[in-house]
């Protein structure tokens, strides 16, 4: 057969090593699955019932392989779909290829069906963004589309138009009247870890070795860099704070870890970043500069790839535009051993102590279930190189401390978007690539039911995801952003009785299990985990579990009462919870 736009593309995409797409098949893309459909002994279509979802599958399967992720969705609605999803690729910095459809040339601009303009919906989310006009322009344009999205970690889209996909790859429909030829290239891509500069480094380490208390803050862009990371914080003395998608950076247990920074951080963490005179920056631009250090108090050294991340939350002394592996290993021999270690034992000391009271909130006697010892007992039924994905919400809290990061375990979430639902959709993209592990997806009962269809895509490619519905039967995080604002809560909360997602499961031919008594907990999360397919355990949980900030601050305890005294209904019950949190608190 005379091969197509569709086949070269699909073709071009296989010789990149691309092996699989996800995506939702319509006619504005019948000539790319074409395409897809003759190379599909080398090129999995994974289909879903969602295209969001889709994206999201192509952003969790880049962020946890680092290779590039691919979605496909049709003209007009489709597409917009993808938008999400996408944008979750692009603020989290991981490579992906969308590829959308167009209404066929003749057509553009005569307000034609489903006519979207694509390539200018998607001017601000791709780094590479083009409509397809011309099958000379194959697959020239697909390396581009594909270098960019690689070397800049970022979103690149081609869409093509419907006459376009179907047309001869070797027809040359236009006379030629330019010195300019069709774009031809290789699947080849350079992109080497950038190598510090020995004289930012010289920097650096002078700054650091005139620090006395130094606190070291890490993120996602370290995630390969574990044992340079943990030798320059030992050397310095430093304590290692992480950001939330740089939690799997070092283990949690690991004694020079204070863990997260944050309204879902530790109070050591925040409470070193008010004490610290030198704060070090690796692989983050942490976006929450209330709880960095005030200007003026510490000064800073930061290491990341990109350099127009250098010094944007604080003035930075030392900026290193490097590879966070490479940077940390030629900065630890100019490092000499700190001789006082006092600040860093003084929150050791204090870390113990936030560990005590965190597993003393996995209470197993309270009812309703307290959703920290729900989290709990799935940290302790996983295997030890388990994958977490997590939504967004109160259930990121919940994650974030509870779920303890030990051997080769992993944790995916939407950073720097924190939209909902990712949670299933990349358990999905995740599982796919590495199906020998376990993969777990811990989710609010409002991020499920948004993507739930996409559990069905689990069942029906065979994907052993394990799935945990943390059911509060509300929108718990935005309940408690409501409260912390000194305004009661309005329409976060749905109608009693909970959904029961279970039902869903077991109709879908998965395993479901309901869970509304603690007693039945670790049994069915051991089941689910054990159970030889996709499994889903939904767990009632207290819906009045405040995600406590690590460390209550006076503004935000008056905006607490506020609320209360301006009419805050299901009084009684948050009151109950927060009391009896801080009784498990002391008692640890």
Not at 322 to 341: F, G, I, N, S, T
Not at 495 to 524: H, N, V
Not at 560 to 573: S, V
């Amino acid at each position: 057969m005379t091969e197509i736009v569709g086949e070269s593309l699909a073709r071009r995409l296989v010789e990149w090593g691309v092996d699989t797409i996800f995506g939702l098949p319509g006619d504005g893309i019948n000539g790319l699955m074409e395409g897809f459909r003759r190379h599909r002994k080398e090129l999995r279509f994974i289909l879903v019932h969602h295209e969001e979802a889709a994206a999201f599958m192509a952003t969790g399967y880049a962020k946890a392989t680092g290779r590039l992720g691919v979605c496909a969705a049709t003209s007009g609605p489709g597409a917009i779909h993808l938008l999400n999803g996408l944008y979750d690729a692009k603020l989290d910095h991981v490579p992906v290829l969308a590829l959308t459809g167009m209404q066929e040339t003749a057509v553009l601009g005569t307000h034609y069906q489903q006519e979207v303009h694509l390539d200018r919906l998607y001017q601000d989310l791709a780094a590479y963004n083009l409509m397809v006009t011309n099958p000379q322009q194959m697959p020239g344009v697909v390396d581009l589309a594909v270098r960019n999205a690689l070397t800049r970690r970022t979103v690149s889209h081609l869409t093509f138009p419907n006459d376009i996909q179907v047309a001869p790859a070797s027809e040359d429909p236009y006379r030629h009247v330019g010195p300019g030829t069709p774009p031809a290239s290789l699947t080849t891509c350079s992109d080497p870890p950038l190598r510090p500069v020995e004289e930012d480094l010289t920097r650096a380490a002078e700054v650091l070795r005139q620090g006395k208390k130094i606190a070291m803050l890490v993120g996602v862009g370290a995630r390969h860099a574990r044992e340079e990371v943990l030798a320059v914080a030992d050397r310095l003395a430093s304590p290692i704070v992480k950001s939330l998608p740089g939690k799997f950076v070092v283990p949690d247990d690991h004694p020079l870890t204070t863990g997260g920074l944050g309204l879902l951080g530790t109070a050591p963490s925040e409470e070193l970043m008010e004490e610290c005179d030198t704060l070090f920056m690796v692989g983050t631009s942490f976006p929450y500069g209330t709880f960095l250090p005030p200007e003026g108090q510490a000064r800073v050294v930061q290491i990341d790839v990109d350099p127009t991340l250098l010094g944007i939350r604080r003035p930075t002394q030392a900026p290193v535009a490097a590879d966070a592996k490479l940077a940390l290993r030629a900065l630890l021999p100019m490092l000499e051993p700190a001789k006082d270690r006092s600040f860093l034992e003084k929150y050791q000391r204090k870390m113990d102590t936030w560990r005590k009271d965190m597993k003393a909130l996995q209470d197993p006697s309270r009812d309703p279930i307290a959703p920290q010892y729900l989290m709990g007992c799935v940290d302790e039924a996983a295997s030890d190189d388990a994958v977490l994905t997590c939504d967004s919400g109160t259930i990121a809290t919940w994650a974030a401390r509870h779920w303890t990061i030990r051997g080769g375990r992993e944790f995916y979430l939407s950073g720097n978007l924190a939209t909902m639902a990712p949670g299933l959709p990349y358990a999905i993209g995740i599982q796919h690539a590495f199906p020998g592990r376990q993969v777990i997806a811990f989710v609010g009962d409002g991020g499920f039911a948004m993507l739930m269809a996409d559990f069905l895509t689990a069942v029906r490619h065979d994907l052993p995801i394990k799935v945990v519905v943390n059911n509060n039967n509300s929108y718990g995080q935005i309940l408690w952003e409501q409260i912390i604002l000194g305004y009661p809560e309005y329409a976060v909360r749905h109608r009693q009785p909970e959904a029961d997602f279970s039902a869903w499961a077991r109709a879908c031919g998965a395993y479901g299990a309901k869970i509304k008594d603690p007693k039945d907990l670790p049994g069915a999360i051991r089941e689910a985990l054990a159970h030889d397919g996709p499994a889903l355990v939904d767990c009632d949980v207290n819906p009045n579990e405040p995600p406590m900030p690590g460390k209550v601050k006076y503004e935000q305890a008056k905006h607490f009462t506020e609320a209360f005294l301006r009419g805050q209904p299901h009084k009684a019950g948050v009151l109950a919870t927060v009391a009896r949190d801080k009784i498990n608190e002391l008692l640890s």
